[in-house]
């Protein structure tokens, strides 16, 4: 059963770059039909998507961050990571890795990670 | 970019009554579209996906319907633990936007 654990630092300053690594463990990223994703939450506020990643190193971005977003995979050690640059603190939000899949069948094969919190502030 | 929009944005209703959410793509999604539960503090848990199959676990209470452009999901007979915000999602193509959810309180 593959499982998703983001990690990081929970506070960042204005203007810095946000820095997020998600492992992933029971699977190989670089096995399988999978994109690897980052999506954020604000507190009180809805699912934003930001971006994907797949195993060969193919991106989508959300075109309203995309300015300041780089997804990136490290296959050799399981993991794949989040760059935000330029945060303010309306970048303060839960941040969860997924995995994003879809069977042949048709079935969703979507895997969450607990979350992490990044705040924004000085 | 496709966007996703939801209504309401929030509801209450009593326990046993049926309860309608609809989600809108501004363009045709064909019937790529899932739907989330979140509870306070919790992780997302889905709930449907392809629009109207019910996810392994998922109490059959919970329906979704809809292709295209109009989706529906439908909980018959509301349940106290079914207080959450519901998520719409469209999954057919980056990005994978999601609706702006909706607040299902009990009244």
């Known amino acids: 059963q593959v499982q998703l654990q983001e990690s990081g630092p929970g506070l960042v300053k204005p203007s810095q770059t946000l820095s997020l690594t998600c492992t992933v463990s029971?699977?190989?990223?670089?096995?399988?039909?999978?994109?690897w994703s980052w999506i954020r939450q604000p507190a009180g506020k809805g699912l934003e998507w930001i971006g994907r990643i797949y195993s060969t190193g193919t991106t989508n971005y959300n075109s309203s961050l995309k300015s300041r977003v780089t997804i990136s995979v490290d296959t050799s050690k399981n993991q794949f990571s989040l760059k935000l640059s330029s945060v303010t603190a309306a970048d303060t939000a839960v941040y969860y890795c997924?995995?994003?899949?879809?069977?042949?069948?048709?079935?969703?094969?979507?895997?969450w990670g607990q979350g992490t919190t990044v705040t924004v502030s000085s | 970019d496709i966007q996703m929009t939801q209504s309401p944005s929030s509801l209450s209703a009593s326990v046993g009554d049926r309860v309608t959410i609809a989600c809108r793509a501004s363009q045709g999604i064909s019937n790529y579209l899932a739907w989330y539960q979140q509870k306070q503090g919790k992780v997302p848990k889905l709930l449907i996906y392809a629009a109207s199959t019910l996810q392994s676990g998922v109490p059959s209470r919970f329906s979704g319907s809809g292709s295209g452009t109009d989706f529906t999901l439908t909980i018959n007979s509301l349940q106290p633990e079914d207080v959450a915000t519901y998520y719409c999602?469209?999954?057919?193509?980056?990005?994978?936007?999601f609706g702006q959810g909706t607040k299902v309180e009990i009244k």
């Open positions: 029971g699977g190989s990223i670089s096995r399988g039909s999978y994109y």
């Open positions: 999602q469209k999954y057919n193509s980056a990005p994978r936007a």
């Open positions: 997924m995995r994003e899949g879809i069977s042949s069948g048709g079935d969703l094969e979507d895997v």
